[in-house]
Nanobody
Framework: QVQLVESGGGLVQAGGSLRLSCAAS????????VGWFRQAPGKEREFVGG????????YYADSVKGRFTISRDNAKNTVYLKMNSLKPEDTAIYYC?????????????????WGQGTQVTVSS
């Protein structure tokens, strides 16, 4: 079992940056691939990016490629989503999700554990 807690959301102006954290309970978090998703009002939840359990591989949606970076510190049981050059269309609730001993996945139903989400609002 893994419990995930996101933090670091907030209000930022367009062009600004934020770093989200996904903190996990459980001693085996280093064996979980982690994905970041987001859901804007009235829209479906969508894949943002993911990182392999080792941290050796990352993958991003085209909409955030080159602006967002995912990293992890397995010693701290934490995965990070650094968001630069934020745009109003990045406004959403951001969720992290985990799946054990698997590669990065882009579909929601491929993840076993989810956090509660953190709100990111980008003003124009």
């Amino acid at each position: 079992q893994v419990q995930l807690v996101e933090s670091g959301g907030g209000l930022v102006q367009a062009g600004g940056s934020l770093r989200l954290s996904c903190a996990a309970s459980g001693r085996t978090f280093s064996t979980y691939a982690v994905g970041w998703f987001r859901q804007a009002p009235g829209k479906e939840r969508e894949f943002v990016g993911g990182i392999s359990y080792s941290g050796g591989s990352t993958y991003y949606a085209d909409s955030v490629k080159g602006r967002f970076t995912i990293s992890r510190d397995n010693a701290k049981n934490t995965v990070y989503l650094k968001m630069n050059s934020l745009k109003p269309e990045d406004t959403a609730i951001y969720y992290c999700a985990a799946r054990p001993w698997k590669s990065i996945a882009t579909r929601l139903d491929e993840y076993d554990y989810w956090g509660q989400g953190t709100q990111v609002t980008v003003s124009s």
